[in-house]
T-cell receptor, first 113, second 116 residues
Framework: QKEVEQDPGPLSVPEGAIVSLNCTYSNSAFQYFMWYRQYSRKGPELLMYTYSSGNKEDGRFTAQVDKSSKYISLFIRDSQPSDSATYLC?????????????FGTGTRLQVTL | GAVVSQHPSRVICKSGTSVKIECRSL??????MFWYRQFPKQSLMLMATSNEGSKATYEQGVEKDKFLINHASLTLSTLTVTSAHPEDSSFYICSAPAPRGRTEAFFGQGTRLTVV
């Protein structure tokens, strides 16, 4: 079993839709959770960062963490064609500068006009 | 915000030659940097951790002599793919942990290596 599971998609939605992206994990030591967006042939770009359980909102993006279920989500409201990309969840057990991230496989999202 | 610059973005080389990829932290110092490899439609696989002033730490299954890592300063790490073969063709990405004790990492733009 992989430490982090993520549905690879592709997920296709019409413009304006609410998108839900999810990851599950098995390592209960994970406390730091991130979502990255990666456009084709580019490096990942940090979207959201959360610590422990709870919600965090930033513009059209909301990140949720449920540590009891080992489940994290990223919601995108009013999705735009420019949101079309691969979304990677990442997590870490250790704080600070030497932490290593464990990534999901990424979900490819396509927002259509 | 913190920026990590990776160069080149794309390189094509002949089989048997070596290729060097540079990763720079532009507005912060990074004593540690990470090198990843990404195959199409797959996630990032950590190859090694680059440590400023000391030897890199390689993940299991990664050949140290093939993927040479040098972290000569607090802002620069290099990955050299030696005696490249077509199976080394991949997308290589570096990252540096965010400064000031934060946990997230910032990534370079990635390097598309094609060995012909």
């Amino acid at each position: 079993q992989k430490e982090v599971e993520q549905d690879p998609g592709p997920l296709s939605v019409p413009e304006g839709a609410i998108v839900s992206l999810n990851c599950t994990y098995s390592n209960s030591a994970f406390q730091y959770f991130m979502w990255y967006r990666q456009y084709s042939r580019k490096g990942p770009e940090l979207l959201m960062y959360t610590y422990s359980s709870g919600n965090k909102e930033d513009g059209r993006f909301t990140a949720q963490v449920d540590k009891s279920s080992k489940y994290i989500s990223l919601f995108i409201r009013d999705s735009q064609p420019s949101d079309s990309a691969t979304y990677l969840c990442a997590m870490s057990a250790a704080p600070g500068t030497a932490s290593k991230l464990t990534f999901g496989t990424g979900t490819r999202l396509q927002v259509t006009l | 915000g913190a920026v990590v610059s990776q160069h080149p973005s794309r390189v094509i080389c002949k089989s048997g030659t070596s290729v060097k990829i540079e990763c720079r932290s532009l507005d912060f110092q990074a004593t540690t940097m990470f090198w990843y490899r990404q195959f199409p439609k797959q996630s990032l696989m950590l190859m090694a951790t680059s440590n400023e002033g000391s030897k890199a730490t390689y993940e299991q299954g990664v050949e140290k002599d093939k993927f040479l890592i040098n972290h000569a300063s607090l802002t620069l790490s290099t990955l050299t793919v030696t005696s490249a073969h077509p199976e080394d063709s991949s997308f290589y990405i570096c990252s540096a942990p965010a400064p000031r004790g934060r946990t997230e990492a910032f990534f370079g733009q990635g390097t598309r290596l094609t060995v012909v």
